[in-house]
């Protein structure tokens, strides 16, 4: 390897200013300020507040995961699971309001449980055996997608209270009930990813996991936490969207996963691991949600939306490749 | 004059910053073992790298048999006969001996198809002529010894008729009968006309096995010395420009209580029974070769692995280390092996490492104490005189001396009360060697308990109070600064007859005989 | 893998003691204990619903569901090599979709059948090239690739379904022999491609590529290469999946069966192709696409809810995994003995 060859070396620089300033976030947010722009000249829709409101209502599933994932990926890690953990926990409200007849507060908090209990199970493989986040979410986004499809076995709710649609549907304070959630979250997340022991120690695991083992680094629990955090998080955007769309079904979340990793890609963490930041998801998933909205303002079905995300995934991923070369990290 | 198998003139090669050779000459002789000493960073690596094929030179030229040639890739080189064995052993776990024996050139039958029992019964054929015997050639590599998985790489040499066979710290994770058995090879491919080109920083197998040794230093060539025409002395100032001297200054210490003991400790398979304590002031030596259990030792204490059996006791009293959390918190410091893998986060700054063992006291509120870390960051790099521009530069950028400095910075951050040093001054230049002796010592004089594992005998026999020897994960001899030297310590490292003391820190235990 | 000799029992007859020593040597390998378990899980079920070796059943489980073990064939490679493809799915049914609409506008039937080869080995070198040059993790360019297929899969087929297909263009329905056509390219395959992994250099290579690329590279192995290779194969091998399922009934639908991928790749690792890379048999995955593709069947024919499948799928990679693991951890751990 290289390293080793390196003799005393001469004083390297510190970072260029122009790096300093063109840095990743202030980069994708220009894009994001061109394409409004763009976006507002096509559709007068566009910049109406009514739309920009809802729009912020449609990304709060992805949102919400958008921001473990990007603690997962930061890691090293993936979790492919998330939308069958939606899913699973849309059907659990499901089967124990009008299965088994619980009280509908009781039905929610069971579901939120299972949704962490889903993540700490994919935490728990991953930490304990030894298996690969890949194939162990793989394996659960079978399994916890199945569990859904079986226990629901495609019967649906209807018919819940007023109070339940406050969260999906209403209002406080003028915006939507669940971006304040998403906005206290994301802030929240982002200062204990940049501020806190526990998010320099992501970045450490993210970038050499066993010299943050050999450094006191407690990474089992870690890993632990971020995963079970990201089921739990699941689990949320899952009663957030039952509270939204008025009915429960086996099938929802499915696809979750492709867009909150095409946010958290876009926004700059890296798929190898050791880079990324909360800003730059937040302003991944805006643009992503731009773009969307754009496609729906000028008549595509919604389908065509996952054309765009899948091809803004591999398009970020190339980019962030390419960066990376540049910088001249292997 | 025989002509030399290979001719190295006038090589020079630059990496992005910096120029790691610089006009180096060299032949390979056939039929000699050709050592090649230097410290790290001295160019070994990218010496041996533009032999194998794996670098193209930026000037100078290659000549094998005479010939000038030029390799755009490894399998070129090996086409040529010339086989590169590396530390990082480069096998299949999942396939068979034979065909990692053979990968990318096994022998073909009809249409083109591989044909098994050909290339089996030839492997078998490779590894008799080597003298190794009981190795299922059908086995799959990853089941194998490191030893055997050695031998696996030296078969594949010769499987494309290597001529040269470059070897790079081949001991480094041998057990004491592989290294044997390791020589008895080198000796019968040399017998065979083979040159050999050894990598070592084990200055007594060049004394034991190589005809002649050249050294590098900072990427310049230094000369070349028939191997019994020379000594250490001198091919150590040939390494670094200075006597060894002055490397080791130790301070007078007033050595007080036992901080750290070890009863009875057993992990299998590297641990056995293994008694010792550690008292504030003293530094005590552990030598052994590799595969003795000394790091493994040191990772139980530490709360890496959990022992089998025994107690280990802090101040006399027994406590639980189930992770190196828990270690901490009794005071008890590791500063690590591999200082790459295990010491530092190399993408993160110097400030950052630093305070990677310490952040949860660096904290104001639930966060980061910015101050408090750049203080304790600019601090350490004053304290161990760390080269750097700024504690916000990257670690990876830093030459070895200055990244263990930084490892070392970032354990002292914690105050330890026992500092458990592996390798201290393994792969750093001799000016940060005497700097790391110097800081150690000092710690001793403040009190700290320092247990210094290291596989440099000088190293261990300039700096220690006590000597303890492991062999084959048992305390085999204890020695005190006073009457120990160089061969009782290597008889008592490597010897099979029993050489055992009972430690005198020991209670009346029994030491078992091996 | 020590083989233990039974203790000679003088009462045993012989022929007892060579049915089991057989046995315990089938179960040291995969293939083996796939075997086993679909003779096990026929055995079991046609027990419990004698219709499970009812003719159209067989046939539901080999000659329907051979297009799934031609695919894992395809994904063997890729898995063996170090990387996945999860975009399969709704490749395979694009490319079906291709099959009938260049049928339908006119071409003879054989242009039909190939074009979507064609297309599949063009999609394979490009999956193949991005993931060796550019460096782009194979699971996020299958990812990625997967929802825009599918989505262009909607926007240019909606839900339309394709019937007025020529007389001679049920390729899948033809019976030579009385054998359903399927099997015979499943078979035939199977061992060619079983076969060639043996024997062929290049098909070494994907082990050792998968097995440590970096050794790879320094035993003069061009991995790129390689690994665009195996993501041609598995292009090929999806287009021939794509013809078998666009010429099994007298309509080709749109929508891509949910979750083939995975039963895909399930089938390829629960067939002994370690998820981890270099090592495993296209036979092992044939072998268990068969057995799953059975177990569903048995699913339906003894009552359990066909909407558990999914968490068996699940459940089956999880355990293969889990076993492949434990092996690996208890070889490494004898080596330091």
């Given at each position: 390897m290289v390293a080793s060859e390196k003799s005393v070396p001469s004083v390297p620089s510190a970072p260029r200013l122009r790096d300093r300033i063109l840095n990743r976030e202030v980069v994708l947010f220009i894009i994001l300020i061109l394409v409004a722009l763009v976006l507002s000249t096509q559709s007068d829709q566009f910049l109406k507040l009514d739309n920009i409101l809802n729009q912020g209502r449609l990304l709060t599933e992805v949102a919400l995961v958008a921001l473990p994932m990007t603690l997962i990926i930061i890691t090293g890690g993936i979790d492919l699971s998330v939308g069958s953990i939606l899913g699973l926990t849309a059907v659990m409200i499901w089967y124990v309001w009008q299965k088994l007849g619980w009280p509908l507060e009781i039905a929610i908090v069971l579901a939120l449980l299972t949704a962490a209990i889903c993540g700490f199970v994919n935490g728990l493989f991953i930490v304990r055996v030894g298996v690969p986040p890949l194939i162990m979410t793989l394996a659960t986004l079978a399994l916890y997608r199945g569990m859904a499809l079986g226990i629901s076995q495609a019967r649906q709710a209807r018919g819940f209270p007023d109070w339940f649609y406050q969260l999906g549907q209403g209002e406080v304070l003028g915006l939507p009930s669940q971006l304040w959630i998403v906005i206290v979250a994301t802030i929240l997340t982002g200062i204990i990813l940049a501020r806190t022991p526990f998010g320099r120690s992501i970045y450490a695991i993210g970038n050499n996991e066993l010299g943050a083992r050999f450094s006191g680094i407690p990474v089992d629990l870690y890993k632990l936490i971020i995963y079970t955090f990201s089921g739990f998080m699941s689990g949320l955007a899952g009663y957030i969207f039952v509270s939204r769309v008025s009915t429960t079904r086996?099938?929802?979340?499915?696809?979750l996963e492709l867009d909150v990793i095409a946010a958290v890609v876009l926004g700059g963490t890296s798929i190898n691991g050791g880079v990324g930041n909360i800003a730059g998801t937040a302003i991944g998933l805006i643009l992503i949600q731009l773009l969307k909205n754009g496609l729906a303002l000028s008549g595509f079905l919604g389908d065509a939306t996952i054309v765009v995300v899948g091809s803004v995934l591999i398009l970020a991923v190339l980019v962030n490749n390419f960066v990376q070369w540049r910088r001249g990290e292997s | 004059m025989t002509q030399p198998l290979l001719q190295l003139r006038g090589i020079s090669k630059s990496f992005p910053g910096v120029?790691?050779?610089?006009?180096i000459s060299f032949d390979v002789l056939p039929g000699e073992v050709h050592a090649l000493l230097g410290e790290n960073g001295a160019g070994k690596s990218t010496l041996i790298k533009i032999i194998a094929g794996v670098y193209r030179p930026d000037a100078g030229e290659i000549l094998l048999d005479g010939s000038p040639v030029h390799f755009s890739d490894p399998g070129q080189a090996q086409a040529k006969g010339i086989a590169a064995i590396y530390q990082e052993l480069s096998l299949y776990p999942e396939l068979t001996v034979a065909e990692n024996i053979f990968m990318g050139h096994a022998p073909r039958g009809r249409f083109g198809a591989i044909d098994w029992t050909a290339m089996n019964q030839q492997a078998r054929d490779i590894l008799a002529s080597l003298e190794?015997?009981?190795?299922?050639?059908?086995?799959?590599?990853?089941?194998?010894t490191v030893g055997n998985r050695q031998r696996v790489e030296i078969a594949k040499a010769l499987s494309q008729n290597a001529r040269i066979l470059i070897m790079d710290e081949p001991t480094a994770a041998l057990t004491e009968t592989d290294v044997q058995s390791l020589f008895n090879t080198v000796r019968l491919l040399r017998g065979r006309g083979v040159g050999i080109i050894y990598i070592s920083h084990r200055l007594q197998e060049v004394f034991i096995l190589a005809d002649r040794v050249s050294v590098l230093r900072d990427g310049h060539y230094v000369g070349t010395r028939l191997v019994s025409e020379t000594t250490e002395d001198s091919l150590v100032s040939m390494m670094v420009?200075?006597?060894?001297?002055?490397?080791f200054p130790k301070l007078p210490t007033t050595i007080k209580e036992p901080v750290l003991e070890v009863r009875n400790l057993w992990r299998k398979?590297?641990?056995?029974?293994v008694s010792m304590q550690v008292r504030a002031g003293e530094i005590v030596g552990l030598a052994g070769l590799v595969g003795s259990g000394r790091s493994e030792l040191a990772q139980v204490i530490f709360g890496m692995t959990p022992p089998d059996g025994g107690q280990i006791l802090i101040d006399g009293k027994p406590v639980q280390i189930k992770n190196p959390g828990q270690a901490m918190k009794l005071g008890i410091a590791y500063v690590p092996e591999d200082r790459g893998l295990q010491g530092l986060i190399r993408q993160m700054k110097i400030r950052e490492n630093i305070s990677l063992a310490v952040l949860r006291a660096l904290v104001r509120g639930p966060f980061i104490d910015n101050r408090a870390e750049r203080n304790l960051a600019t601090r350490m790099i004053e304290q161990l005189s760390i080269r750097a521009y700024s504690p916000e530069q990257i670690v990876n950028k830093l030459s070895g001396g200055n990244q263990q400095k930084v490892v070392v910075s970032k354990w002292l951050a914690g105050r330890p009360r026992v500092l458990i040093m592996d390798e201290p001054t393994r792969g750093v230049d001799v000016g940060a060697k005497a700097e790391i002796h110097r800081l150690i010592s000092q710690l001793a004089q403040q009190g700290l308990a320092i247990l210094m594992i290291s596989s440099e005998l000088p190293e261990v026999l300039g700096m220690s109070d006590r000597i303890l020897v492991m062999r084959g994960g048992r305390i085999v001899a204890e020695y005190s600064r006073e009457e120990a030297n160089q061969e009782l310590v290597v008889t008592a490292m490597m010897s099979e007859t029993d050489h055992n003391r009972t430690p005198k820190s020991q209670p009346a235990v029994e030491t078992n005989t091996v | 893998m020590t083989a233990t000799t039974p203790?000679?029992?003088?009462?045993?007859?012989n022929a007892m003691n060579s049915w089991f020593r057989a046995i315990r040597r089938m179960l040291a390998t995969q293939e083996g204990v796939l075997a086993l378990s679909l003779v096990g899980l026929t055995i079991i079920v046609s027990a419990i619903n004698p219709r499970f070796l009812a003719p159209e059943n067989l046939s539901d489980i080999f000659q329907f569901n051979a297009y799934i073990a031609v695919a894992a064939i395809g994904m063997s490679m890729v898995i063996i090599s170090g990387n996945i493809d999860i975009s399969v799915g709704p490749l395979i049914s694009a490319l079906a979709i291709l099959c009938g609409t260049v049928a339908t506008s006119g071409f003879p039937v054989w242009v039909a059948w190939i074009v979507p080869l064609i297309v599949g080995v063009l999609v394979g070198v490009f999956n193949g090239i991005v993931v060796a040059y550019l460096r782009i993790p194979a699971i996020v360019l299958t990812l990625g690739l997967h929802s825009v297929i599918r989505g262009l899969l909607v926007i240019l087929a909606g839900s339309k379904v394709i019937s007025d297909l020529p007389p001679d263009f049920g390729l899948a329905q033809l019976t030579p022999l009385g054998i359903p056509m399927p099997i015979y390219f499943m078979v035939v395959l199977t061992i060619i491609a079983a076969i060639w992994m043996r024997y062929s250099a290049r098909a070494r290579a994907i082990y050792a590529v998968g097995g440590n690329a970096e050794a790879a590279r320094l035993s003069g192995i061009n991995v790129q290469r390689t690994i665009v290779f195996t993501f041609m194969i598995n292009g090929l091998m999806v287009g021939i999946s794509s013809v078998l399922l666009a010429t099994q009934f007298s309509q080709i639908q749109a929508t891509p069966p949910p979750g083939l991928e995975l039963f895909i790749i399930t089938a390829a690792v629960v067939g002994g192709v370690s998820i981890l890379g270099g090592t495993g048999t296209v036979i092992g995955a044939t072998l268990a696409a068969i057995l799953m593709s059975a177990i569903r069947v048995a699913m339906i024919l003894i009552n359990v809810s066909p909407f558990w499948l999914q968490a068996v799928t699940g459940v089956l990679i999880l355990v293969t995994v889990l076993a492949d693991i434990l092996r690996r951890r208890r070889q490494s751990r004898s080596i330091r003995a």
């Open positions: 086996s099938d929802m979340g499915t696809g | 120029r790691a050779l610089d006009n190794i015997d009981g190795l299922d050639v059908t086995r799959k590599v990853g089941a194998l420009g200075r006597t060894i001297d002055d490397m398979p590297l641990i056995k029974d | 203790p000679a029992i003088a009462t045993t007859p």
